[in-house]
């Protein structure tokens, strides 16, 4: 069975600081990983996803994240904060089977809250 | 606005009855996933469907059940409800079952159970 720990469960930076967001993952076959944004009071939004193409994988907003197998991790960074990053941001891995299959049901971390500060 | 649409927006109700919560998939998208959000157990998948049949099973209660209609619209029935059924329910659309596709997350149903 695969998932996804986060480690912090609230990470505050300065505005134009470096945003680093860890995830470590758990799976017996090739992970497919993705990283979410919730914004108060909304529904998640896709960030970027890895599908085991290039290991370092851009998203939107700036954000970019690298798949490390040596050290489980797809840890999400960005270079600079902006107040409009505040939210909260989850990893999630895909169910998959040893073939490469996928249903798509998501197996989500419990979640990072990110303060800005001014 | 992700084009996915869940009714209602917020459910207050007494323990022991049941609720249903609606959600319509973006146009063109064929699978349907709902998931539960709560401060204990955090964001749970709970129930694919794909084309109106079911297609995978989570973290789902037997007193839970869900079903898509010929119009891909799902519903998710709570029955029994208890004080720990109190949540946010999300519902998700993508085109077809894996990871091709992206899954586009409706605002949710806030419930809550008194």
């Known amino acids: 069975a695969q998932s996804v720990t986060q480690l912090g469960s609230h990470v505050s930076v300065s505005e134009g600081a470096l945003v680093l967001l860890r995830c470590n993952y758990s799976?017996?076959?090739?992970?497919?990983l993705f990283w979410y944004v919730q914004y108060p009071n909304q529904g998640l939004q896709l960030l970027l996803k890895?599908?085991?193409?290039?290991?370092l994988v851009k998203g939107i907003n700036g954000f970019e994240a690298e798949f490390k197998k040596s050290e489980t991790s797809f840890h999400l960074t960005k270079p600079s904060a902006h107040m409009s990053d505040a939210a909260e941001y989850f990893c999630?891995?895909?169910?998959?089977?040893?073939?490469?299959?996928?249903?798509?049901?998501?197996?989500f971390g419990k979640g990072t809250k990110l303060s800005v500060k001014p | 606005d992700s084009g996915v649409t869940q009714t209602p927006k917020h459910l207050i109700t007494a323990t022991g009855q049941r609720v249903t919560l609606r959600c319509s998939p973006r146009?063109?998208?064929?699978?349907v996933y709902w998931y539960q959000q709560s401060l204990d157990q955090g964001l749970q998948f709970l129930i694919h469907?794909?084309?109106?049949?079911?297609?995978a099973k989570g973290n789902i209660l037997e007193r839970f059940s869900a079903q898509q209609f010929p119009d891909l619209h799902s519903e998710l029935n709570l029955s029994s409800l208890e004080l720990g059924d109190s949540a946010l329910y999300f519902c998700?659309?993508?085109?077809?079952?894996?990871?091709?596709?992206?899954?586009?997350f409706g605002p949710g149903t806030r419930l809550t159970v008194t």
């Open positions: 998700a659309s993508s085109k077809t079952p894996g990871i091709n596709y992206e899954q586009y």
């Open positions: 799976s017996s076959v090739p992970p497919y």
């Open positions: 890895y599908t085991s193409a290039a290991t």
């Open positions: 999630a891995v895909s169910d998959s089977t040893y073939y490469g299959g996928s249903q798509g049901n998501l197996i």
């Open positions: 146009s063109g998208d064929l699978s």
């Open positions: 469907y794909y084309n109106g049949e079911e297609r």
